[in-house]
């Protein structure tokens, strides 16, 4: 009963709060060019961070720079211009995919009892 209603919740399709929703966070991601992937952070989950690595050289460097001209932007106190923004594709995902194997690869190493491949250091 409560997976059904969860799944119900968050189901842009089923619910109209979580369609308003997706195209509340789908129109600010818009206004400064970024994706939904591009939010994450490396430095708060190693799996990400190893994901980010694994991706091929174009794609970190596209995401670097989005987030550089989201960050320019908000600086600025301005917004893409419209035609850019109709251009902008946010929920395109690039690093869900990889992130799932990274976490897949951990949870059977885990599963297995081996040393893990990373671990977080104090800088």
Do not use: C
Request: no cysteine.
């Amino acid at each position: 009963m409560a997976s059904w209603l969860m799944k119900w919740m968050v189901d842009p399709k089923r619910n109209w709060l979580a369609a308003l929703h997706k195209r509340t966070i789908s129109n600010r991601l818009r206004k400064y060019g970024l994706r939904y992937d591009d939010l994450y952070d490396p430095m708060y989950d190693l799996d990400i961070k190893e994901a980010l690595n694994r991706l091929p050289r174009e794609v970190v460097d596209a995401r670097n720079q989005r987030l550089k001209r989201a960050m320019d932007l908000s600086m600025k106190h301005e917004y893409l211009p419209d035609d850019l923004q109709a251009m902008q594709t946010p929920f395109r995902s690039y690093l869900q995919d990889m992130l799932t194997l990274v976490k897949r690869e951990r949870e059977e190493r885990e599963a297995l009892g081996a040393l893990p491949l990373y671990q977080r250091t104090i800088p």
